[in-house]
């Protein structure tokens, strides 16, 4: 717990400098990414998703929208997206490979239950990623990341390269540079930990963001 209060604080500081912008995702404080040698694939992740019901469900578009409803059918979150939507994940690194279908997710995460909840002494970090969206645009330059249990989304800045592509392992992030016309093939690492401030911003309830609706219409509809 004292490593994680020490790699959070100066997380913290640096976001806290970062001006705000019309676009929210240039206004994403840098990440720590470390250059490393191209490793082995990750183990699979030994967690079985929680017995949940699956009751938010999130739409894309290929244009870079998303949106979140309830079981109801009521619009919970709506935005736009960096860009045009070329690869998704889910939870901790399952591609989706039909993000233009609707995707299910529970209303009850592991993030919601604060830093106390995440697994910040174990040597596999990504049972707490259950219930996030990762989403990489054609930009290649932002990873956008979704909690629809909070509604809310943070952007991680993304290091570099072309044609990228995303490993997640049991300490750490990385960022494979996939493309064949590259110069030279490169892989980046973010460990788990840096992205602490993120994850806990993930899980905090988002009041601001419910439905708001008229006396015609109570709340918005998909």
């Given at each position: 717990?004292r490593?994680?209060i020490?790699?959070?604080?100066?997380?913290?500081?640096?976001?806290?400098?970062?001006?705000?912008?019309?676009?929210?995702?240039?206004?994403?404080?840098?990440?720590p990414?470390?250059?490393?040698?191209?490793?082995?694939?990750?183990?699979?992740?030994?967690?079985?998703?929680?017995?949940?019901?699956?009751?938010?469900?999130?739409?894309?578009?290929?244009?870079?929208?998303?949106?979140?409803?309830?079981?109801?059918?009521?619009?919970?979150?709506?935005?736009?997206?960096?860009?045009?939507?070329?690869?998704?994940?889910?939870?901790?690194?399952?591609?989706?490979?039909?993000?233009?279908?609707?995707?299910?997710?529970?209303?009850?995460?592991?993030?919601?239950?604060?830093?106390?909840?995440?697994?910040?002494?174990?040597?596999?970090?990504?049972?707490?990623?259950?219930?996030?969206?990762?989403?990489?645009?054609?930009?290649?330059?932002?990873?956008?990341?979704?909690?629809?249990?909070?509604?809310?989304?943070?952007?991680?800045?993304?290091?570099?390269?072309?044609?990228?592509?995303?490993?997640?392992?049991?300490?750490?992030?990385?960022?494979?540079?996939?493309?064949?016309?590259?110069?030279?093939?490169?892989?980046?690492?973010?460990?788990w930990?840096?992205?602490?401030?993120?994850?806990?911003?993930?899980?905090?309830?988002?009041?601001?963001?419910?439905?708001?609706?008229?006396?015609?219409?109570?709340?918005?509809?998909?």
């Amino acid at each position: 717990m004292r490593l994680a209060i020490l790699l959070l604080s100066p997380a913290l500081a640096l976001s806290a400098q970062v001006p705000a912008g019309n676009l929210p995702w240039r206004a994403a404080p840098a990440l720590p990414w470390q250059m490393e040698a191209p490793g082995p694939p990750p183990a699979p992740c030994a967690a079985e998703p929680t017995q949940t019901r699956l009751d938010l469900a999130v739409r894309l578009a290929q244009d870079g929208t998303l949106r979140i409803t309830d079981e109801k059918g009521l619009i919970r979150f709506r935005t736009g997206l960096p860009g045009r939507i070329s690869r998704v994940w889910r939870d901790w690194g399952t591609p989706v490979a039909d993000p233009w279908q609707p995707l299910f997710f529970p209303s009850r995460t592991p993030l919601q239950r604060g830093i106390g909840g995440m697994p910040v002494g174990s040597p596999d970090f990504r049972p707490a990623l259950e219930g996030l969206l990762w989403i990489l645009d054609d930009d290649e330059s932002i990873l956008s990341v979704i909690h629809p249990a909070t509604s809310r989304i943070v952007y991680l800045p993304l290091p570099g390269g072309q044609g990228l592509d995303l490993a997640f392992h049991p300490d750490r992030l990385e960022v494979l540079e996939r493309s064949p016309d590259a110069g030279g093939r490169s892989t980046w690492a973010l460990h788990w930990l840096a992205l602490l401030p993120q994850f806990i911003q993930l899980g905090r309830a988002n009041e601001a963001l419910q439905p708001k609706g008229t006396a015609l219409a109570p709340f918005p509809k998909d």
